[in-house]
C-alpha cells in the first residue's frame, strides 16, 4: 500500500507551496542555520516534512548580478 495525501491535504500543501510568506520564513530559518518542519494532519495520519540545512545558506544576490551586461546583439 502507498501511503498518499488525501484531497483536502494535498490542497493545503499545495497551498502552502505557493505561500510566499511561508517559504520566506522556511528560507530565514534554514539560513540561522536550523531545520525547518511542516506538519499535515489529514484523517489517517499525521505528515511531517524536514528541511535540514547543509551549510549556513548565504544572502540573497544583489540584482545586478541577474542582469546580464551585455545583452544579445550588444557589441559593447
Do not use: I, K
Amino acid at each position: 500500500m502507498t501511503p498518499r495525501l488525501d484531497r483536502d491535504a494535498f490542497h493545503r500543501a499545495w497551498a502552502w507551496l505557493g505561500d510566499h510568506r511561508g517559504a520566506e520564513a522556511a528560507v530565514q530559518t534554514l539560513r540561522r542555520g536550523q531545520p525547518y518542519a511542516y506538519e499535515l494532519g489529514t484523517h489517517a495520519a499525521r505528515w511531517r516534512w524536514t528541511a535540514y540545512p547543509v551549510s549556513v545558506l548565504p544572502g540573497p544576490l544583489p540584482l545586478c548580478h541577474l542582469l546580464n551586461e551585455h545583452p544579445v546583439g550588444s557589441h559593447a
